[in-house]
């Protein structure tokens, strides 16, 4: 029932074709394989990290205890060359590296970060290209034969290795469950130093000149609303609807709802906790001496929220029957919403959607809130 979303503290593209050139600013990351002029293939990968102690805050102070898992999201900006599925890997780095101040193409170059040919700046920190952390082997590709050595590192446990893959029409996002590496983060069994996205063996270095296939990324530089994120989703659902409870659902799919506990703007260190009043629209006549308003009512169990960007009607938090379950205690229905994992100055919408009798039912009755900086 809870989605908490952070951002990389820092991102880069490492480029064969321009090896000591650091683009740590830059709004877009790649992953491609290129031939140039001369029909050498050129490579691009791109590295991303999280910081260790929003991840250590988040499992104990937050998750503290439950189930949870963790994805790792990043949304396309542009694809082409993708004439065929393309697999990218994805893998935790086994070098500590520095983000850099250059742009792509900056004329001079910018080095002060990592590149290709190095993980700190030109001349200093090259990328190992094989060895052991705390038992746990890595190693580097660096296109043997190649003079140009570098590209980065990965630890090679099979338990780390995420792959993802994509069609001609399929979408681009990544959106993938990498909980095994923030775990092994989280428990020191290996150092943090982030994710590097690459093509699998098979698309890198290809010389063929059917084989050029360009993924571009929205880096934490962009201006967008579409930063890459590590989301971490967790189960707290909790019910009161149990026993002679269960008699306060409602069963008709002829509802009244509204959203309380809004009060319209939010922080981005905020947690709020909405609560969802509903009641039948054509009560059932009885006997009582009490107004049927006065009455608590109860969505079903299956019932579930959704949080949209109203600009561009984009699912920020989408429906998930685990992770997204609305809850209820004696005060009715409710769920938390962390405001940190939005992107302020923005207008979000919710969605509530519930089974009832067979019927899926979503209700979209303008319940906005923005969130604004502090």
């Given at each position: ?11 880069t ?7 000591i ?5 830059n709004?877009?990351c790649?992953i491609?394989n ?9 490579v691009s ?15 104990n ?12 999201r990043n949304f ?12 990218l890997e994805?893998l935790?780095l086994?070098?500590?590296w520095?983000?850099?101040t ?10 002060d970060g990592?590149?290709?040919s ?5 001349g ?15 190693t580097?590709?660096d296109n043997?034969g190649n003079?140009?050595k570098g590209?980065?590192n990965?630890?090679?446990?099979s ?12 979408v681009k ?11 092994a983060?989280?428990s020191?069994?290996?150092?943090n ?10 698309f ?7 084989i ?6 929205y880096?934490?530089d962009?201006?967008?609303i579409?930063p890459?994120?590590l989301e971490?989703?967790?189960?707290d ?8 409870a269960t008699?306060?659902i409602?069963?008709?799919s002829?509802?009244k709802m ?10 981005p ?5 909405f609560y ?9 006549r ?14 079903p ?5 959704a ?8 699912f920020?938090?989408n429906?998930?029957?685990?992770y997204?379950q609305i ?6 229905n409710y769920?938390?919403v962390?405001m940190?994992?939005?992107?302020p100055e923005r207008?979000y919408k919710?969605l ?7 019927s ?11 969130v604004?900086?502090?």
């Amino acid at each position: 029932m809870a989605v908490y979303k952070i951002f990389p503290s820092q991102d880069t593209t490492l480029y064969s074709a321009y090896p000591i050139m650091n683009t740590g600013l830059n709004a877009i990351c790649e992953i491609s394989n290129t031939l140039g002029l001369s029909l050498s293939p050129g490579v691009s990968r791109y590295i991303s990290q999280f910081d260790n102690d929003e991840i250590q805050d988040i499992i104990n102070n937050k998750i503290s205890g439950s189930s949870y898992d963790v994805f790792l999201r990043n949304f396309i900006a542009e694809a082409q060359g993708i004439n065929e599925d393309v697999s990218l890997e994805i893998l935790p780095l086994a070098q500590s590296w520095n983000n850099g101040t250059g742009y792509y193409l900056d004329n001079p170059q910018v080095t002060d970060g990592a590149s290709w040919s190095a993980a700190n700046f030109s001349g200093s920190g090259n990328w190992s290209m094989s060895g052991s952390i705390g038992g746990f082997a890595y190693t580097g590709s660096d296109n043997s034969g190649n003079s140009i050595k570098g590209g980065g590192n990965w630890f090679i446990t099979s338990s780390f290795l995420v792959i993802q893959s994509f069609g001609l029409r399929s979408v681009k996002d990544i959106e993938t469950n990498v909980s095994d590496t923030v775990n092994a983060w989280y428990s020191s069994s290996i150092p943090n130093y982030g994710f590097i996205f690459k093509l699998s063996s098979s698309f890198e270095f290809n010389p063929s000149i059917d084989i050029q296939p360009i993924l571009k990324y929205y880096s934490v530089d962009t201006n967008t609303i579409y930063p890459p994120c590590l989301e971490f989703r967790w189960f707290d659902y909790n019910t009161v609807l149990t026993g002679s409870a269960t008699s306060s659902i409602v069963t008709t799919s002829n509802l009244k709802m509204s959203l309380a506990e809004n009060p319209g703007t939010f922080f981005p260190e905020s947690i709020n906790r909405f609560y969802i009043n509903v009641s039948p629209l054509y009560p059932t006549r009885v006997y009582q001496t009490a107004s049927l308003y006065t009455n608590l009512n109860y969505l079903p169990t299956s019932s579930y929220y959704a949080i949209k960007d109203l600009a561009t009607n984009e699912f920020v938090v989408n429906f998930d029957d685990q992770y997204t379950q609305i809850s209820s205690n004696d005060k009715g229905n409710y769920f938390d919403v962390y405001m940190s994992g939005l992107e302020p100055e923005r207008y979000y919408k919710i969605l509530v959607k519930t089974l009832i009798n067979g019927s899926t039912l979503i209700f979209d009755d303008n319940y906005y809130f923005k969130v604004i900086n502090g």
